[in-house]
Nanobody
Framework: QVQLVDSGGGSVQAGGSLRLSCAAF????????KGWFRQAPGKEREGIAT???????RYADSVKGRFTISQDNAKNTLYLQMNSLKPEDTAMYYC????????????????WGQGTQVTVSS
């Protein structure tokens, strides 16, 4: 099994930056794809960035050009650098890991972090 612990959220003003981290523990060799999802109040959880074992990345249109997903395999840690933050980025952010393929579908991921809150004020 894989356990994920995400951190790094906080409160910032619009235009600011934050970096989220997600540490993976357990059978990490089974992971093929890692991703970041977010869920705003009253909305569905949505995928915003993924990275596979080969380092290929994908981004949702809403964050493209502002957010960067990366990984440090030696540390088993996933990152999300968030720049030019907007109030609409306010949400709970979750990291996720899956064994087979990258997808925006939550069902592709078998492990989830507990979530870290990001609040962006105008």
């Amino acid at each position: 099994q894989v356990q994920l612990v995400d951190s790094g959220g906080g409160s910032v003003q619009a235009g600011g930056s934050l970096r989220l981290s997600c540490a993976a523990f357990g059978y990490t060799d089974s992971i093929y794809c890692k991703g970041w999802f977010r869920q705003a109040p009253g909305k569905e959880r949505e995928g915003i960035a993924t990275i596979d074992d080969d380092g290929n990345t994908r981004y949702a249109d809403s964050v493209k050009g502002r957010f960067t997903i990366s990984q440090d395999n030696a540390k088993n840690t996933l990152y999300l650098q968030m720049n030019s933050l907007k109030p609409e980025d306010t949400a709970m952010y979750y990291c996720a890991a899956g064994p087979l393929y990258c997808s925006w579908y939550k069902s592709a991921y078998s492990a989830w972090g507990q979530g870290t809150q990001v609040t962006v004020s105008s």
